[in-house]
């Protein structure tokens, strides 16, 4: 069983800067896709950012420029680094992974940027 627990998300003001943190656990195939989605209120989920286990990234052209995504294999962790943050990207923020076999969502870390 894989399990996903996303930290670091909060209220910062249009213009700061989260580290957004999603730590996995279980069994994790050497062959895998990391990702970050979005949800905000009213709105569907969207895709933000992933990378894969061989380290190739893909950003959503809303974020690029602003957002950056990396892994810790070792660790078991993905990142996603935000900066000059607006209020559009308030949402709550997923992190998700694809391997063999079934997909996997945490429970997602609640992102506001608000003045």
């Known amino acids: ?14 213009g700061g800067s ?5 730590a996995a656990s279980g069994s994790i195939s050497s062959t895998n896709y990391m ?6 209120p009213g709105k569907s989920r969207e895709f933000v950012a992933s990378i894969t286990s061989a380290g190739i990234t893909y950003t959503a052209d ?18 996603l680094e935000m900066n000059n943050l607006k209020p559009e990207d308030t949402a709550m923020y997923y992190c998700h992974l ?9 429970p997602g870390t609640q992102v506001t940027v608000s003045s």
């Open 35 to 40: 990702g970050w989605y979005r949800q905000a």
């Open 18 to 22: 989260l580290r957004l943190s999603c």
């Open 62 to 79: 809303s974020v690029k420029g602003r957002f950056s995504i990396s892994r810790d294999n070792a660790k078991k962790t993905l990142y």
């Open 98 to 106: 694809q391997q063999p076999g079934p997909h996997y969502w945490g």
């Open 1 to 14: 069983q894989v399990q996903l627990v996303e930290s670091g998300g909060g209220l910062v003001q249009p």
